[in-house]
């Protein structure tokens, strides 16, 4: 009876098992029938936006749940048949993305390295927002390796990288895939680069392909490559690599024997635009320089000789012309190149041979972190700072100091130098405030120093925000003498604010220049023979030129590092001898009455003479933004009865 019943429940068992099995293949002709009944496509998009019936869901989770079953196993070949079903017609399931990446596993322990690539090629055109993605792309370099594809393991590392370098960054800060990309050749690191050109990847790429050059002692090519990365910033590990491989670094030997011949210590290359779309602008830069040259051999006596050459505006062009000059000419130093994008290849060029470059025009504000002896003579901060600084503690003798600043990168610097500059002199800085670069209302910072009741705050903020700060100073009554830098030659500011910031103090935007050196240009320029734009360029020209060629002739500089040095002193205000009031009347205005007038000396000459420099009028500049403004200055006082207001 018991081995009856024994047969009874087996047979059943077998029963259901097989009665299972035909109804899995009826649902699956079934299916087929369909698919074939609607021109063989299938019922649901491949996107799997849209879903799918509730009795195709329910078949496609028992087809996944047999799926996971089988892959458990090791039944390869049949996880890849269920996979095909589930892909081809159940598109819209959700958790197709991982029976995709079951089915890739499956083909690699089937040895099928082909099919296994395919799949994953696959996997990250249909599902390239799973939270898969990474995981295949670092299991598909180890399958292309494996089936000696170099170049598709190096595609999906590079791909990996790109998703989120943290992640694929080795602790040593090297990338994950280093390994693999160090085996390419030149040409297919270019590939790559050239196609990831904005990606996270593309700097380490740039430096192998430098590297590799190097190696092949390819140094044109090596330095060209160097050059794309010319916009990267200066805290970018692997532009401060290639500048060490370049020029040498970290106590390393440089990777080349740079070709340069001997420094002609008289010899400065100029580069401008002669043809192209700004030629008219270089022609006239070109035209000041040569005047600039005659001017100042005439007065040094030294026989100084440009060297100019045509950049036609463009980036490349600058590269390769600055490296002649550098190298094969010897120039002492390099002037120019007009625009910022061709300075700022020109700068990289310079800084690797060490010469140094002044850029009197480039309008981008961060040419001069290129390197260190890269100089814009248009930016003039640590000068002018230091300047502020001087007038103040010995001339108007103030002791007590607040700053206000934007705080971004560029205001931060220009506060840290006040403060050192303040204490160097002898005088103490009691408070801080910084406010957001578009913040409009400055109220909590102005309380915040107004608190410490400073004698002066200096502000050296853009105009835009000088036209808001302004008012709100004499608004809530700060009571201090404002300082800012020469963007405030103004005429917005002037227009907009001058009248709440009378008595405030500002260096020119000429502080750097002689009057005589702009006397010199109009006195001998033909401003006939071009616009107006090109005219305003060629002074800028001419007066940077001609203290280039006057720091070389006073300073004596033998070399190019020494020359850096002249010049970092003297654009850092290092050299300038004050010598009483009178000699800060050339250099720093005020607004008076709604205009942009010179410092008035004469209302400190006296009393310097008396004193020799120890006391100041108790109410030439005291009071503040807020209060009844004192006269500043007389005819004899300022020197002129008239000045004409600097503005940009």
Not at 130 to 144: H, T
Request: hydrophobic content about 40%; proline content about 6%; glycine content about 8%.
């Amino acid at each position: 009876m018991d081995q009856a019943d024994g047969k009874e429940t087996a047979m059943a068992a077998l029963t259901t098992r097989t009665m299972s099995r035909i109804l899995m293949i009826l649902l699956l002709i079934t299916a087929t029938a369909l698919v074939v009944g609607c021109g063989g496509k299938a019922s649901t998009p491949a996107t799997g936006e849209v879903r799918l019936a509730e009795e195709d869901l329910e078949q496609a989770q028992r087809l996944y749940a047999q799926l996971k079953r089988e892959f458990s196993l090791r039944r390869d070949r049949k996880t890849l048949e269920l996979a095909g079903n589930l892909l081809d017609y159940y598109r819209g399931f959700e958790r197709n993305d991982e029976v995709l990446s079951l089915a890739i596993q499956s083909a690699y322990r089937l040895g099928d390295l082909r099919q296994a690539l395919a799949l994953t090629d696959e996997f990250m055109a249909k599902f390239p927002s799973s939270p898969l993605v990474d995981q295949r792309l670092s299991r598909g370099a180890e399958i292309a390796l494996a089936a000696q594809d170099t170049l598709a393991a190096a595609d999906y590392l590079i791909r990996h990288y790109n998703r989120g370098p943290e992640r694929a960054t080795r602790s040593n800060g090297e990338p994950a895939a280093g390994s693999v990309l160090e085996t390419l050749t030149v040409d297919q690191l270019d590939t790559f680069s050239d196609r990831d050109r904005a990606l996270p990847v593309w700097p380490y790429l740039q430096y192998l392909q430098v590297r590799k050059l190097l190696e092949q002692g390819k140094y044109a090519q090596a330095e060209a490559v160097g050059d794309e990365m010319v916009l990267l910033g200066e805290d970018n590990t692997w532009m401060g690599k290639v500048r060490d491989l370049l020029r040498g670094g970290h106590d390393q030997p440089a990777m080349f024997t740079r070709p340069s011949g001997p420094v002609n210590v008289n010899r400065v290359g100029v580069l401008a635009p002669l043809t192209g779309r700004y030629a008219v602008l270089g022609n006239a830069f070109v035209d000041a320089c040569l005047m600039a040259l005659d001017q100042a051999n005439n007065e040094t006596g030294r026989q100084f000789e440009l060297l100019v050459e045509d950049t036609a505006g463009n980036p490349v062009n600058s590269a390769l012309v600055t490296r002649r000059l550098s190298g094969e000419e010897g120039c002492m130093a390099l002037f120019g190149a007009l625009m910022s994008d061709p300075t700022a290849t020109a700068a990289v060029v310079a800084d690797q041979y060490g010469v140094p470059l002044v850029s009197p025009t480039a309008t981008n504000d961060r040419v001069w972190q290129l390197g260190e002896r890269i100089f814009q003579t248009n930016l003039t901060g640590f000068y002018e700072v230091r300047l502020l600084a001087q007038l103040a503690t010995t001339v108007l003798l103030k002791e007590r100091f607040a700053i206000i600043f934007p705080d971004d990168p560029e205001g931060r610097r220009n506060a840290e130098v006040f403060t050192a500059e303040i204490e160097a002199f002898g005088g103490e800085v009691v408070a801080t405030a910084s406010f957001p670069p578009q913040g409009t209302d400055f109220r909590e910072a102005i309380l915040e120093v107004k608190e410490h009741r400073p004698e002066v705050v200096f502000c050296p903020a853009s105009v835009d925000q000088m036209v808001l700060l302004g008012p709100q100073l004499d608004f809530y009554h700060m009571g201090a003498l404002p300082l800012g830098l020469s963007n405030w030659n103004s005429q917005k500011l002037k227009e907009r604010a001058a009248t709440q910031l009378e008595r405030a103090l500002f260096p020119s935007d000429q502080a750097l220049i002689p009057p005589e050196w702009t006397a010199e240009f109009e006195m001998r320029w033909d401003g006939s023979n071009y616009p107006r734009e090109a005219s305003a360029l060629a002074l800028r020209a001419y007066q940077s030129l001609r203290m280039l060629l006057d720091t070389m002739a006073s300073s004596g500089a033998a070399n190019r590092g020494q020359l850096a040095e002249a010049l970092t002193r003297r654009l850092a205000n290092r050299d300038f001898e004050a010598e009483g009031p009178d000699s800060f009347a050339s250099v720093v205005r005020t607004f008076r009455s709604q205009q942009v007038v010179p410092f008035p000396a004469g209302l400190f000459t006296e009393s310097w003479e008396l004193t020799e420099g120890a006391w100041a009028p108790a109410d030439s500049t005291d009071t503040g933004p807020g209060d009844p403004p004192a006269p500043l200055g007389t005819e004899e006082g300022t020197g002129s009865s008239e000045a004409s207001p600097d503005s940009r």
